[in-house]
């Protein structure tokens, strides 16, 4: 039986440039700062160790255990994390990466069968396209997309917020960056967009709020009003303003959807806004993510 005959330069090669591209478009997607030297050496690491595959008395070296420990050298080589949790998701996105580029090669080679070209001996190498372009496309454009469309979708969430017994019903976005407490119980505030939250307001409130276009004067005001037991006011720091006050109302039941169940809490503190939180208008409420880590 005539064999293929194996090249383990080629071999060498092709691993080099697919591992630098893994490792690339790793770094980019994880967040963390390309350095080429660290990526081009690493890669030297990788396409040694997959040309060795060639040679029998070295099997032992390519056992599962073995390939997830040089799997992590790698990672450690290219990226140098600093902490524990920054090694794990890099390696986490090291293997999201490969799966994605591995699965773009199979798709190639099965694009091509019963194709002429098919039959050609090296045609494989060609597939390896398939990969090199899903490396380059989630490196230059995986971070964005996931910033601005797949992450967006996966924090929003449908909010209910209950005033005695009238209800309220938004779009809520999961926001880690949220760190309000209400000061008297320590509980985190959730920031609602004052339109959305105003039908629930008996009409001495709204008056008050509607009549009050600063929102220093505002609390004053409300304190006036039917439901000055509920209200709160809430420090806040933000660029420009190191000693803000955000005027909140207690809600009597705040309830949240966490996938196919609800989360309820009461006496939750709604921090009024009265400007939007989505130029889109996708969401209306600012909900801390402690809200959700359950």
């Given at each position: 039986?005539?064999?293929?005959?194996?090249?383990?330069?080629?071999?060498?090669?092709?691993?080099?440039?697919?591992?630098?591209?893994?490792?690339?478009?790793?770094?980019?997607?994880?967040?963390?700062?390309?350095?080429?030297?660290?990526?081009?050496?690493?890669?030297?690491?990788?396409?040694?160790?997959?040309?060795?595959?060639?040679?029998s008395n070295l099997s032992v070296w390519y056992d599962f255990p073995v390939k997830?420990?040089?799997?992590?050298?790698?990672?450690?080589?290219?990226?140098?994390?600093?902490?524990?949790?920054?090694?794990?998701?890099?390696?986490?996105?090291?293997?999201?990466?490969?799966?994605?580029?591995?699965?773009?090669?199979?798709?190639?080679?099965y694009l091509f069968q019963g194709y002429p070209l098919a039959s050609v001996s090296?045609?494989?190498?060609?597939?390896?396209?398939?990969?090199?372009?899903?490396?380059?496309?989630?490196?230059?454009?995986?971070?964005?997309?996931?910033?601005?469309?797949?992450?967006?979708?996966?924090?929003?969430?449908?909010?209910?917020?209950?005033?005695?017994?009238?209800?309220?019903?938004?779009?809520?976005?999961?926001?880690?960056?949220?760190?309000?407490?209400?000061?008297?119980?320590?509980?985190?505030?959730?920031?609602?967009?004052?339109?959305?939250?105003?039908?629930?307001?008996?009409?001495?409130?709204?008056?008050?709020?509607?009549?009050?276009?600063?929102?220093?004067?505002?609390?004053?005001?409300?304190?006036?009003?039917?439901?000055?037991?509920?209200?709160?006011?809430?420090?806040?720091?933000?660029?420009?303003?190191?000693?803000?006050?955000?005027?909140?109302?207690?809600?009597?039941?705040?309830?949240?959807?966490?996938?196919?169940?609800?989360?309820?809490?009461?006496?939750?503190?709604?921090?009024?806004?009265?400007?939007?939180?989505?130029?889109?208008?996708?969401?209306?409420?600012?909900?801390?993510?402690?809200?959700?880590?359950?």
């Open positions: 039986m005539e064999q293929t005959p194996v090249y383990i330069d080629v071999i060498f090669l092709v691993n080099l440039v697919m591992d630098f591209l893994l490792l690339w478009a790793a770094g980019k997607l994880a967040g963390i700062e390309i350095r080429y030297g660290r990526i081009l050496t690493a890669s030297i690491l990788g396409a040694v160790y997959s040309a060795g595959c060639v040679f997830i420990i040089i799997s992590g050298i790698i990672v450690i080589l290219a990226y140098w994390p600093d902490s524990g949790r920054m090694f794990l998701k890099a390696w986490a996105y090291f293997y999201g990466v490969s799966f994605a580029m591995a699965g773009a090669v199979v798709g190639l080679s090296d045609f494989s190498y060609l597939w390896l396209g398939g990969g090199i372009i899903c490396a380059v496309a989630l490196g230059a454009y995986g971070d964005r997309l996931m910033k601005e469309r797949v992450l967006p979708g996966l924090l929003r969430c449908s909010v209910e917020m209950r005033f005695g017994s009238t209800w309220c019903h938004g779009e809520g976005f999961i926001d880690t960056g949220n760190n309000l407490t209400d000061p008297l119980t320590n509980k985190p505030v959730v920031v609602a967009e004052y339109k959305l939250v105003s039908n629930c307001f008996p009409s001495d409130v709204r008056e008050a709020v509607d009549y009050c276009e600063q929102e220093d004067n505002l609390f004053e005001a409300l304190a006036q009003t039917s439901w000055a037991h509920r209200l709160r006011v809430i420090p806040f720091t933000s660029i420009g303003k190191k000693h803000g006050l955000l005027v909140g109302v207690r809600s009597d039941e705040l309830k949240i959807q966490a996938g196919n169940r609800w989360l309820s809490y009461p006496g939750v503190v709604i921090g009024l806004y009265r400007d939007t939180l989505s130029p889109e208008g996708s969401f209306q409420m600012l909900v801390p993510a402690a809200f959700v880590q359950q």
